[in-house]
């Protein structure tokens, strides 16, 4: 049995009663899928953006989503759940903080994860790289990663953050010398991304289609490095949709927009299956 969930956005605003809810809600969906889908054992898959570091001091972000943290402590040390966190672009820096802590970080991050289920083979992403490949104000994934990385650092709870990451590389432009194929408006890529997805994959460019289109395209595999038997599942775009024939899942998100539920994905027997909470 295979639980992922995706798009939390935890500690997304301060003081936020909505947020605050969802938080919550994400708290009980965890006691729920240990006392019941995984309570024999299985895996959890954390596809990203679980927390939101971009508007937010993280240290603060983290500190307010202590109980979430403790929870997911409690099921990797019980032994019989093995969670996978996979970093997003919102909670980019929790690769870098699991490459530093090592052993003492609560669970592994990587950027991409495979496991078998059922004689089925899955390939995990969050799907920012898609967005990459879509958006035309980015094409290399190295300076994606930079601005998101920055991003998360550059949060201090007043939504300045897009503005203060630009000043930050003004001042000193060392953190891109080593970027090729960087944006030609850059602040205007950093605002870009400031956007939720409902608004920053529409528009003239209609990013949005063209992720699923490379989504669901037999030359993905060349893309993202995934096998061609295996089923991609992927988030970041906040709406759910599942392809039999494409092999290819897309697990929604927590309730945020365009995502009007809890929503996330159960994969039992090889055989994905979408689920609300």
Known sequence: MIIVVSDVHMAERANDPQVKADDDKFKDFLDYIASN???????????????????RDFVKALMESEPVISKLTEMKLSGKVNIHYLAGNHDYHMLRMSELLKDKFPFQVTKDLRLDDGGEKFFFIHGYQLEVLANPYFKSMSAYETFSEGLCL?????GNAADKLWETFEASKSALEDLKRLPTDIQGALRSMMNPPDNRLSGSHQTHSMVELIAISKARDVYIGMDREEVLVFGHTHDPFYESENRVVNTGSWKKRPCRDYAYLEISGGQPKPQTF
């Open 37 to 55: 889908q995984l309570k024999n054992g299985g895996d959890l898959v954390l596809l990203g953006d679980i927390f939101d570091l971009w508007r």
């Open 154 to 158: 550059a949060g201090d709870d007043t």
